[in-house]
């Protein structure tokens, strides 16, 4: 697809790089309804929705448990955001940090 935007539009070609993403520059994850409406000015929303559909299905990780009435297996993106979270809740979540939550959690009498 960018080999045709860049025979096509070179012009453009830097705009259109800004959609090689599986998400919005803030994080956002928006659907194509609301994604048309965030396009840049000259960027054809229908070409951008391409690049990031493209995106997320190469980021994208397969549910082999999850599958739809077709037989489509579901998948799932992990966003910057999300390893963001996940590490963070991997580097508080020591054995240290959990000792300390058990202690606060039990009654007084085991203590």
């Known amino acids: 697809m960018l080999k045709q935007i860049?025979?096509?539009m070179p012009e453009q070609l830097s705009a259109y790089m800004d959609y090689c993403i599986a998400t919005a520059?803030?994080?956002?994850?928006?659907?194509?309804h609301k994604f048309r409406?965030?396009?840049s000015k000259g960027v054809e929303p229908t070409l951008a929705w391409h690049l990031i559909r493209e995106a997320?299905?190469?980021a994208?990780?397969?549910?082999?448990?999850m599958i739809s009435k077709e037989g489509q297996v579901g998948s799932y993106v992990l966003t910057p955001?999300?390893?963001?979270?996940?590490?963070?809740?991997d580097r508080h979540a020591t054995d240290g940090n959990m000792e300390s939550i058990d202690?606060?959690?039990r009654p007084l009498e085991q203590a």
């Open 103 to 105: 202690k606060k959690n």
């Open 60 to 65: 994208s990780k397969p549910l082999p448990g």
């Open 81 to 89: 955001e999300i390893l963001g979270a996940i590490s963070m809740i």
């Open 56 to 58: 997320r299905r190469r």
């Open 25 to 32: 520059t803030n994080g956002q994850y928006y659907p194509f």
């Open 37 to 39: 409406f965030k396009v």
């Open 6 to 8: 860049q025979s096509e």
